[in-house]
């Protein structure tokens, strides 16, 4: 079983407890120019900042692995090959800085991806996440939670105690789903 995070929202942190006993494995996968900046309420989200590096480098210490999510956090299938290559080289480098190493796995910013987008991308990562599941699409894990495999992948981007957006995976619920899997 692999969790991932999208993003780097700083709640994912705040609730870094929740997976102490999770035996599956953990990726982060981190826009590095939203790094400690706040995040305005919107209808994805409620209003919450971003990890700082700090709080990145604890999670990376428990066990966690760092991914790569750009840098700008833009579609690449509107990029040209140019700014593809910015975007990479230039997360890698602030990952190098903080981290000490460079990610080996990336994931696409809004899950979108094309032949080109794969051809630059696969240059630079072993593992680049290229699946069809939207952003927010967390039915699948509500609705057959028994049916889950140990070869899932569950995606998530934030998470919150109450009333949770549509890119918010409930506390509680998402608890309940631990124990299930
Ligand atoms: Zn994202």
Wanted: charged fraction near 35%; proline fraction near 3%.
């Amino acid at each position: 079983m692999i969790i991932h995070f999208d993003d780097g929202r700083e709640p994912v942190y705040k609730y870094r407890d929740i997976f102490k006993d999770f035996k599956g494995s953990i990726v982060w996968f981190i826009s590095t120019s939203t790094i400690g900046k706040k995040q305005e309420g919107n209808r994805y989200y409620t209003p919450h900042n971003y990890a700082t590096w700090d709080q990145i480098r604890e999670c990376r210490d428990l066990g966690w692995e760092i991914g790569n999510h750009s840098h700008e956090h833009k579609r690449f299938i509107a990029m040209t090959e140019e700014e593809m290559i910015y975007n990479i080289e230039k997360s890698q480098k602030i990952f190098q800085d903080e981290l000490g190493e460079k990610p080996t796995k990336f994931a696409y910013p809004f899950g979108k991806f094309d032949a080109k987008t794969e051809e630059v991308v696969m240059r630079y990562f072993d593992y680049r996440r290229n699946t069809k599941r939207e952003d927010g699409n967390y039915g699948v894990y509500k609705e057959r939670p028994e049916q889950l495999t140990d070869k899932e992948l569950l995606i998530f981007h934030s998470l919150a105690e109450k009333n949770p957006k549509s890119c918010e995976y409930k506390v509680d619920e998402l608890k309940k789903l631990l124990c299930m899997i």
